[in-house]
């Protein structure tokens, strides 16, 4: 298991702990993270799981793929940093990773 | 409008459910009309993943999203349902009895059905176009801002700034440009979620200057009481400019809204509507809740649970609308009665 912090618009901070292999997204879901929807359930096709990758971690995951910017494009106040996190996989890499949730999904 | 279409059951969504719902309707003879917001039937199966393999479909190992609208659409197909597509119902009112239901719906157009039954299948509300985050936008809605193009006129001798890099805003440039003054296409970043040869018509008219693009994001708007004279950009290098417009087209694609159905005098939990096992029954008889608008004890969000719920919602609804003829559970392999019905007999 790995830790992952979300931070909602207000500035409260929640840890999980996440299985690896699984997503950020799923991590939120099974913890009732606050600011995570994730209407289409992770098939990478709504824009509703939409997070903001802490500075210091943008560099240590992979970096989003094709159909993930794509559907950034629908996502609510895109900034540096912005991701889908259904599309972030949970590794030993991303243990203490940090992200922010949007002030709305759309 | 003006005409009021009478019938047996309205469905009010096109989903995978409420198409399902005609069929298992049909069976007991009782005819539909299919209401949805969106242009075509599928719900979110259409208009979020088309193209994304669904798994848990019994019978089907693998099928995407449209095939399974697609196969749904030919399954239905023997009871000719009416659909109304681009409707959004507005209003609900109860003009039977408890054991006599009949509702009065009115849709936003103007359009009323007089139905016996409804069933809301629904999903996850209507879609409905994002509002981009920029502060004070409401104050220009239906003035300077437009989340859709009714009519391309009046955008006729106007600066018209669209925002988004997916169809519909590919879409819309290609199409006002030659009608409005000037078209200025802006977008996060220089990739485009649309067909390709919709980009290339955009970039070869950018290339003979008859159309701008720009990268950047809006971030404010300027104008006086709704009429809109700068939108404020940040662009890709940080900069802050405005950018004169008369008319901003933000295309950020759907997201799903309740809408009026909370209206509607139903109980409502959490924005789910609440429903007895037995029959799928909302608190009002003779409307039904189907699908993943629906809650109740155990509920999972599944097409498949959608299924089931329409078959036993449509057994009620024909006590409701045959009230005095027996109903004979039969099946479809061996009725002949029934083959009939789907014309295979």
């Not at chain 1, 991590?27 to 993270?33: D, E, F, H, M, V």
């Not at chain 2, 299919?34 to 599928?42: F, Q, T």
């Not at chain 2, 054991?99 to 299948?121: C, H, K, N, S």
């Not at chain 2, 990739?191 to 070869?204: D, I, K, L």
Request: with cysteine; charged share 20%; aromatic share 8%.
């Amino acid at each position: 298991m790995v830790q992952i912090t979300f931070i909602d618009s207000t500035g409260q901070s929640r840890s999980v702990s996440a299985e690896e292999g699984s997503t950020v997204m799923e991590a939120a879901l099974r913890n009732s993270i606050p600011g995570i929807e994730a209407e289409c359930g992770g098939a990478c096709a709504c824009a509703t799981c939409h997070v903001y990758v802490d500075d210091a971690w943008v560099s240590k995951i992979p970096p989003a793929q094709p159909m993930e910017e794509d559907m950034l494009d629908f996502a609510f106040d895109v900034r540096t940093g912005s991701r889908l996190s259904c599309q972030i996989r949970v590794t030993g890499e991303t243990d203490g990773l940090v992200v922010s949730t949007p002030e709305r999904q759309g | 409008m003006g005409e009021i279409v009478k019938t047996d059951a309205l469905i009010v969504g096109a989903g995978p459910v409420g198409l399902f719902a005609v069929f298992e309707l049909g069976l007991l003879d009782i005819k539909a009309h299919v209401l949805d917001i969106l242009p075509k039937a599928g719900g979110q199966c259409a208009e979020l993943y088309p193209e994304k393999p669904i798994y848990d479909i019994p019978g089907f190992p693998t099928i995407t999203g449209q095939g399974l609208v697609d196969n749904l659409m030919k399954q239905i197909e023997p009871f000719a349902p009416t659909f109304h597509y681009n409707q959004m119902v507005a209003s609900l009112e109860p003009i039977g009895t408890a054991e006599a239901p009949e509702f009065r719906v009115t849709t936003e157009d103007g359009d009323i059905y007089e139905t016996r039954v409804v069933l809301v299948a629904a999903g996850g509300g209507s879609f409905q176009p994002k509002k981009p985050p920029i502060a004070g936008i409401d104050a220009y809605e239906n003035t300077s801002v437009f989340y859709a193009v009714r009519k391309m006129e009046q955008f006729r001798g106007k600066r018209v700034l669209i925002v988004g890099g997916g169809d519909s805003a590919l879409d819309w440039a290609l199409n006002l440009q030659g009608v409005a003054e000037r078209v200025t296409l802006m977008h996060r970043r220089d990739a485009f979620r649309a067909a390709p040869h919709s980009v290339n018509a955009m970039r070869e008219l950018v290339r003979e200057k008859r159309m701008d693009f720009v990268l950047g994001q809006v971030t404010g708007l300027k104008g006086e009481s709704g009429v809109l004279s700068h939108a404020i950009v940040r662009g890709e290098d940080g900069s802050t400019f405005d950018l004169a417009c008369d008319v901003m087209l933000p295309f950020f694609g759907l997201t799903m809204k309740l809408g009026p159905i909370a209206q509607w005098g139903l109980n409502l939990h959490e924005n789910l509507i609440p429903v007895d096992t037995e029959k799928f029954e909302t608190n009002v008889p003779g409307i039904f809740a189907v699908g993943d608008i629906n809650t109740y004890p155990g509920k999972l969000k599944l097409i498949l649970s959608g299924f089931h719920e329409v078959a036993l919602a449509a057994q009620k609804a024909h006590r409701y609308i045959f009230p005095d003829k027996k109903l004979t559970f039969q099946y479809t392999t061996s009725s002949s009665s029934l083959q009939k019905k789907l014309g295979v007999s």
